[in-house]
């Protein structure tokens, strides 16, 4: 067990890879909290860790508002005593051709995706510090964030933004012990990946022919991954990005057929 006696939090925990990250922290020994603005989902997450014999709870967080997020910590602290692990990991997907992206949405996916995890990080690193706690925190950027494709303009900066902030905050968090990393996956079949599909139906045979492994990954063949950044295996890591992407980032992309 790699996380024994570890308190972990994880956002976006109610679907795809933060709830396969959070079942995955569970059977590595640690007591998990698991959030999202999805209740129903969230508690059924939690339900079958406790089923497994793990440890977990779940609370409601729309991480674009710091109070949630904040007591979202603060629980973590009251009923485990602890926090050593948090994953930043809720995000939103939306695909518009670059002309037609309104502010609204625009605004949305910044703000789920950059700015929750700016929030999440720095409510999380404040109570770390303040503790003493030599805790580590896993942000969820993507493949995206380094090679992009088109009509996620949105999207690709939220990620490029996440890179970023994830070396920043590593940097300013290097002399309190706290680590700072983040996974930057390809294309994972989750519900995020069938609405993406969904808005783009020629996607699917794309993926393919941008990906030399030929396949989406398994929301569980990165919450390994998350594993891995969030454990003492490493311990000399931080401000990373580290892409289990299927080849994605290896290799160049198409020009994509014009109708
Ligand atoms: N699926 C992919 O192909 C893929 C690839 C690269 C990166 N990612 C990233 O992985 C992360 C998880 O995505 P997923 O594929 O598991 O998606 P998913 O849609 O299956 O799960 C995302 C979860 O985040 C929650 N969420 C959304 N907005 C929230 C908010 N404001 N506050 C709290 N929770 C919120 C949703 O309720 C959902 O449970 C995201 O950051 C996403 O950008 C996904």
């Not at 949630?68 to 930043?88: E, F, H, K, P």
Request: glycine residues 8%; charged residues 20%; hydrophobic residues 45%.
């Amino acid at each position: 067990m790699r996380l024994q006696n570890k308190t972990a939090v994880v956002t976006g925990a109610a679907n795809g890879i933060g709830a396969a990250t959070a079942r995955r922290f569970a059977a590595e020994g640690a007591k998990v909290v698991v959030s999202d603005r999805d209740p129903v989902a969230g508690e059924a997450v939690v339900a079958a860790i406790r089923d497994s014999g793990g440890e977990a709870r779940f609370q409601a967080c729309d991480v674009t508002d710091r109070a949630q997020v904040a007591a979202l910590m603060d629980r973590a602290l009251d009923v485990y005593g602890s926090l050593d692990i948090v994953c930043a990991n809720a995000g939103i997907i939306h695909s518009t051709p670059f002309l037609d992206l309104d502010d609204e949405t625009w605004r949305q996916v910044l703000d789920v995706n950059l700015t929750g995890v700016f929030l999440t990080g720095q409510e999380a690193a404040r109570r770390m510090v303040a503790r003493g706690i030599k805790g580590a925190i896993v942000n969820t950027a993507s493949v995206n964030a380094v090679i992009v494709p088109h009509k996620l303009a949105a999207y690709n900066a939220s990620k490029g933004g996440v890179n970023q902030l994830t070396k920043t905050m590593a940097l300013d968090l290097a002399e309190y012990g706290i680590r700072v990393n983040a996974v930057g996956p390809g294309s994972v079949a989750t519900e995020m990946f069938r609405s993406a599909m969904l808005q783009d139906p020629e996607g699917v045979e794309r993926m393919r022919l941008r990906t030399p492994m030929e396949r989406a990954a398994e929301p569980e063949e990165i919450a390994a991954a998350i594993l891995f950044l969030a454990s003492d295996d490493a311990s000399y890591f931080t401000g990373q990005t580290i892409y289990p992407d299927g080849g994605r980032s290896a290799m160049s992309q198409m020009v994509p057929k014009r109708a």
